[in-house]
């Protein structure tokens, strides 16, 4: 079946510390996001990628860091710039980056910053 | 701002109960609407949506949303919930270029 597969669903770092969250998808879609969702603020977008190798900073990029070198793969870098960065974060994808497109998303995966 | 608000954090409704969530975003353009749903331990997943058309528009598992123009407002509508609703419903509207969300409401279904 198509999806996408996040990894890993939890993770604690410490202060201070970079870290990867990665992204897969099988569905062969064109655009990606990754959103961080936190109690009482819905989904918040970090950064998005309409085509490989381009990407583009949403609304709260600070201390994070993206890549798209394949299509099927888009990684966040959740760096030690990032002042909360213990929250829930979300891959999502669509076919064409429009709003003709419904989102897919993947399972999530939880950071914890101790 | 470009924004889409939701009205309620949390709702606690009983089995049976109709159920109604608001939802209203500040863009003057044509917008696509949606609304999400994340049951507990699930993806989040679509629920309906709305490009054009019918503005009643009815989606999986007996709910339906209706668009009001004038009002910038789509509401969620289901007449009678059932234990298996509880779960935490998003609002989502394109029209700035991007996928913009609400805040979310945790629905509670009490037996």
């Known amino acids: 079946d198509g999806g996408i597969t996040q990894s890993p669903k939890y993770l604690f770092r410490k202060e201070g510390q970079n870290v990867t969250l990665s992204c897969e998808q099988n569905?062969?879609?064109?655009?990606m996001y990754w959103y961080r969702q936190d109690p009482g603020q819905g989904l918040r977008l970090i950064y998005y990628?309409?085509?490989?190798?381009?990407?583009q900073k949403g609304d709260i990029a600070e201390g994070y860091s993206v890549s798209r070198e394949k299509k099927e793969s888009f990684p966040l870098t959740v760096t030690s710039a990032q002042k909360n960065p213990t929250a829930f974060y979300l891959c999502?994808?669509?076919?064409?980056?429009?709003?003709?497109?419904?989102?897919?998303f993947g399972a999530g995966s939880r950071l914890t910053v101790l | 701002a470009q924004s889409v608000s939701q009205h309620n954090h949390h709702v606690i409704l009983s089995e049976a109960a109709s159920l109604e969530l608001g939802c209203n975003y500040s863009?003057?353009?044509?917008?696509?609407l949606f609304w999400y749903v994340q049951y507990p331990g699930q993806h989040l997943q679509l629920l309906l949506k709305?490009?054009?058309?019918?503005?009643l528009v009815k989606g999986i598992k007996g709910f339906e949303a209706e668009f009001i123009k004038s009002k910038f407002s789509f509401n969620l509508r289901k007449p009678s919930v059932q234990w298996s609703d509880t779960a935490e419903y998003f609002c989502?509207?394109?029209?700035?270029?991007?996928?913009?969300f609400g805040a979310g409401t945790q629905v509670v279904v009490t037996p």
């Open positions: 999502a994808s669509t076919r064409g980056y429009s709003g003709a497109n419904v989102l897919t």
């Open positions: 569905l062969n879609h064109d655009a």
């Open positions: 990628s309409q085509i490989v190798n381009d990407f």
């Open positions: 863009y003057g353009g044509t917008v696509n």
């Open positions: 709305y490009f054009s058309g019918d503005p």
């Open positions: 989502a509207a394109w029209g700035w270029g991007k996928f913009q």
